[in-house]
């Protein structure tokens, strides 16, 4: 009898534009290991009866990008903690005991990404949140985990920040989107949840006045690298960091549990990336 190549994957619609394949298949090679990591391309429809067939043709697990990253909770049979927290989960593990494993690295890669990337203290002061969708829930729950105390938060749609002021806490402050800007005033922590400055996206207006040059500004948009929200960020003195580090330091959890090996996010990773 002969041992499985363990298989991974991405599942989202549309998936041809995931840079995931390349990194985890990158690093396969780089450690020498046996498998192989494909993408996905799955229908909600169909993601249920996808997920129940994926363990029999070989996969040890998989990462879930959009549409799928909320709904696949209420197809787990374990979900953690975190990932109940965020509402959304980004890293399956098909269990040996036939149960499906949910949970959400994306706050861990956001942190991690701070950590390697700048000389970034959760203590130092409060942070500000620009946008209350998925990633900002991420942001949020693991910037809260590290022990920031004060989060700001903006969005277009108020009604949405303020439902995230209400699961989060009284940590957490509302601040209409026409006053982002001065929100800023005296932050340490600054992020960019928001897709806009992503390229095909119109800029991201808010202004930059009251900024520090102390606060650590990042953006988890990373096309392009150096958003113009980053560069006006790095005008002010701030250190910036950009979101393809987050993306990395994401995949490497799920990378160990599927393969066995815990891989290193260093340059020679993210030049592969983004030549790639």
Same mark, same amino acid.
Request: aromatic share 6%; net charge neutral.
């Given at each position: 009898?002969?041992?499985?190549? =363990?298989?991974?994957?991405?599942?989202?619609?549309?998936?041809?534009?995931?840079?995931? =394949?390349? #990194?985890?298949?990158?690093?396969?090679? !780089?450690? %020498?290991?046996?498998?192989?990591?494909? =993408?996905?391309?799955?229908?909600?429809?169909?993601?249920?009866?996808?997920?129940?067939?994926? $363990?029999?043709?070989? /996969?040890?697990?998989a990462?879930?990008?959009? $549409?799928?990253?909320?709904?696949v #909770?209420?197809?787990?049979?374990?979900?953690?903690?975190?990932?109940?927290?965020?509402?959304?989960?980004?890293? *399956?593990?098909? !269990?040996?005991?036939?149960?499906?494993?949910?949970?959400?690295?994306? %706050?861990?890669?956001?942190v991690?990404? *701070?950590?390697?990337?700048?000389?970034?203290? $959760? +203590?130092? &002061?409060?942070?500000?949140?620009?946008?209350? %969708? &998925?990633?900002?829930?991420?942001?949020?729950?693991?910037?809260?985990?590290?022990?920031?105390?004060?989060?700001?938060?903006?969005?277009?749609?108020?009604?949405?920040?303020?439902?995230?002021r209400?699961? /989060?806490?009284s940590?957490?402050?509302?601040?209409?989107?026409?006053?982002?800007?001065?929100?800023l005033?005296?932050?340490?922590?600054?992020?960019?949840?928001?897709?806009?400055?992503?390229? %095909?996206? =119109?800029?991201?207006?808010? $202004?930059?006045?009251?900024?520090?040059?102390?606060?650590?500004?990042?953006?988890?948009?990373?096309?392009?690298?150096?958003?113009? /929200?980053?560069?006006? +960020?790095?005008?002010?003195?701030?250190?910036?960091?950009?979101? #393809?580090?987050? *993306? #990395?330091?994401? +995949?490497?959890?799920?990378?160990?549990?599927? /393969?066995?090996?815990?891989?290193?996010?260093?340059?020679?990773?993210?030049?592969?990336?983004?030549?790639?």
């Amino acid at each position: 009898m002969t041992n499985k190549i =363990p298989l991974a994957g991405v599942i989202g619609s549309p998936i041809a534009h995931s840079k995931s =394949p390349h #990194l985890h298949n990158y690093w396969l090679k !780089r450690y %020498g290991l046996p498998g192989f990591y494909i =993408p996905l391309d799955v229908s909600q429809a169909d993601l249920k009866s996808v997920l129940a067939e994926m $363990p029999k043709m070989g /996969f040890v697990g998989a990462n879930v990008t959009i $549409p799928h990253k909320e709904t696949v #909770l209420g197809l787990a049979d374990i979900v953690t903690d975190r990932a109940a927290l965020i509402g959304a989960a980004n890293t *399956l593990i098909f !269990r040996a005991d036939g149960k499906l494993h949910a949970d959400n690295t994306d %706050g861990y890669g956001f942190v991690e990404n *701070l950590r390697a990337n700048s000389d970034w203290d $959760p +203590a130092a &002061g409060p942070a500000a949140i620009l946008g209350a %969708g &998925g990633a900002a829930r991420a942001v949020i729950a693991s910037l809260l985990e590290v022990g920031v105390t004060e989060i700001r938060i903006s969005n277009r749609t108020r009604t949405r920040a303020d439902a995230l002021r209400a699961e /989060f806490g009284s940590k957490l402050t509302v601040h209409e989107w026409v006053q982002a800007g001065n929100m800023l005033d005296g932050a340490r922590t600054v992020v960019n949840t928001t897709a806009l400055g992503m390229t %095909g996206k =119109p800029d991201l207006k808010v $202004p930059l006045d009251a900024l520090s040059p102390r606060a650590v500004v990042s953006d988890l948009v990373y096309t392009p690298l150096r958003t113009n /929200f980053l560069e006006k +960020a790095a005008q002010n003195g701030c250190q910036t960091v950009d979101g #393809l580090g987050m *993306l #990395l330091h994401q +995949a490497a959890p799920g990378f160990e549990r599927w /393969f066995g090996h815990r891989p290193e996010v260093d340059e020679d990773t993210r030049n592969h990336v983004l030549n790639a």
